[in-house]
């Protein structure tokens, strides 16, 4: 494949369908706060596409639109209106019934479908998520939401009821923590700041959400939804540069929980700015660099298949891709064999082709530094061993495989979040599972072979090492109800359907002796509904 022929997928304007077409330029001045769409009139932020523009204007990447550069001094605000809205705890959305709070849900829900079509085209233009992924990951978030609900009505079924124990009657329930930032990533833009942003809801805390650099505009249809489906001031928003608006909310010691995906680094220096570090949960996903781990004895064509998109879907910018291949040396040349024919038939293209695999990357520069791994293996001993690796045009690089990949490359411990596929060989295990063990980061691990005693042994020896351990397949986060996290730089605190709940409250009782004065007391808040705590009013 030339420079010329990926050049030339790039498409002219006319050539995009119809359906598929951002004709406009989105200027979002609008940002929430305090339950108004509140319009902006500084500076702003250009979005352009990974998508470059017309062929006759290569150069140019597809100008889609601008959005708010916000100050500390309006950040600030925002973060006012949160508060207010949680008022210690005794705002109308902390005290509301749990049955209340999910109708809120439900009514965001309902709205939010009605901007699929949008989003999913935005999707495709902000970040150049396929056609295909796009709409998973928009239909996987609305399903998240509903079994959302429907977890936290069973969690409600088991606290509705009264418990004795040593002379003691008490009521004990999960209750919210406060103010929740919540800023998703790049790569699942929607989905995974929604997998924070609703159960913090959810659970009656307040919100201030802030989109990730690359995927800003697409939120945009889903503001008013927010506004009209929750009391003033729960959700909130912020745009602009992170020092300029993260940083005076941390610093104002005000944010209750902090969940955020994005680096360590990142995280780290949020964490910091906190002045009682103590008072602050986090729920952090972080870096991660997954090894699939291929035995003597794997399933080749299997593996080739978990292997391929494991590594390559959305062009391996997954946390849970597989950022590195361990190949047993006495199979190395029929898999890499087969692997590389398999990546060479990867469609390059547009999002919206059905038949594109590997779509520009949004990432600045993301296309050199990707090079530059790629040339440092090279350098120390690699070869690019699939005929279209290292080809690139503009922002679409071919899927690259390196091969022997070793311990002094930068691929070999680098998360290089594209598709670039490092492959080390193998002859003893102590190998792959020295690297795990030496690895800064623990998600996930994948493992592919037939011998089950082998791998009964290695499972035993994983799981102590990573937080999850696939076999014969791809690393991967779902089904959602299965807990995610990670060991050392990869995560802080779990999340699932459940485990989300569970991340953004805490137990919290009210608790009586068991005398008669005090149990006519308990009985008279129960029959005469007086609190919502205090009940056993069941949800159906
Ligand atoms: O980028 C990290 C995502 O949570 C991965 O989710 O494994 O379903 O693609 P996924």
């Not at 909310?249 to 994005?262: E, N, T």
Request: charged share 20%; hydrophobic share 40%; with cysteine.
């Amino acid at each position: 494949m030339a420079h010329s022929e990926i050049i030339s997928m790039f498409p002219p304007e006319h050539t995009v369908p119809e359906q598929y077409l951002l004709d406009y330029p989105m200027e979002q001045r609008e940002y929430l706060c305090d339950g108004e769409i509140r319009q902006w009139y500084g500076d702003l932020q250009d979005v352009v596409s990974p998508i470059h523009g017309a062929i006759l204007d290569a150069e140019q990447q597809k100008f889609l639109g601008r959005y708010p550069l916000l100050t500390e001094k309006v950040a600030l605000e925002v973060l006012e209106s949160a508060c207010n809205a949680y008022g210690n705890g005794r705002g109308l959305w902390p005290i509301m019934s749990i049955a209340e709070r999910i109708l809120c849900v439900e009514t965001f829900t309902c709205k939010m479908v009605e901007q699929r079509q949008e989003v999913v085209k935005l999707l495709m233009w902000e970040i150049g998520k396929t056609l295909s992924d796009a709409e998973k990951e928009f239909d996987r978030t609305i399903d998240y939401i509903r079994d959302t609900i429907d977890a936290l009505k069973d969690l409600d079924r088991t606290s509705s009821r009264f418990v004795f124990e040593a002379g003691i009657i008490g009521q004990i329930r999960r209750a919210p923590l406060g103010v929740v930032l919540c800023m998703g990533p790049f790569n699942y833009p929607l989905n995974e700041t929604f997998t924070t942003l609703i159960p913090a809801l959810i659970m009656g805390n307040t919100v201030v959400f802030k989109p990730p650099k690359l995927g800003v505009l697409l939120h945009k249809p889903l503001l008013q939804a927010f506004r009209d489906s929750f009391p003033n001031g729960v959700v909130n928003t912020v745009y602009g540069d992170g020092q300029e608006v993260v940083g005076p909310l941390m610093k104002s010691g005000r944010i209750d929980v902090l969940a955020f995906i994005g680096t360590s680094r990142v995280a780290d220096i949020l964490k910091n700015q906190h002045p009682k570090p103590h008072r602050l949960r986090c729920i952090l996903g972080l870096e991660a660099k997954n090894a699939g781990i291929i035995l003597s004895d794997a399933d080749i064509e299997n593996t080739v298949k978990e292997c391929v998109l494991g590594s390559l879907s959305f062009n391996g910018q997954r946390c849970t891709a597989l950022k590195v291949l361990f190949i047993h040396r006495n199979i190395a040349d029929t898999f890499i064999d087969r692997f590389c024919a398999a990546v060479d038939k990867l469609q390059l293209g547009m999002p919206w082709d059905s038949e594109t695999r590997i779509t520009p990357l949004p990432e600045p520069n993301k296309s050199a530094y990707l090079n530059e791994l790629i040339e440092d293996a090279v350098g120390k001993g690699a070869e690019i061993v699939n005929n279209n690796g290292g080809k690139a045009g503009h922002t679409l690089v071919a899927p690259t495989v390196v091969y022997p990949v070793s311990a002094s490359m930068r691929l070999f411990s680098e998360e290089q979040f594209g598709p670039v596929v490092p492959i080390v060989p193998f002859d003893t295990m102590e190998e792959p599972m020295n690297y795990v063990a030496d690895s800064a980061y623990g998600q996930q691990v994948s493992i592919f072979g037939n011998d089950h005693k082998e791998i009964a042994q290695l499972v035993d020896a994983l799981v102590n090492q990573v937080c999850r351990v696939n076999i014969n397949c791809q690393c991967q986060r779902g089904p959602d109800t299965f807990p995610f996290t990670g060991r050392k730089d990869s995560a802080e605190g779990t999340l699932s359907v459940t485990d989300a709940l569970r991340a953004f409250s805490i137990r919290t009782l009210a608790a009586a002796k068991e005398t008669t004065a005090n149990k006519r007391i308990l009985q008279s808040i129960v029959t005469e509904r007086c609190s919502k705590f205090l009940s056993t009013d069941f949800i159906f």
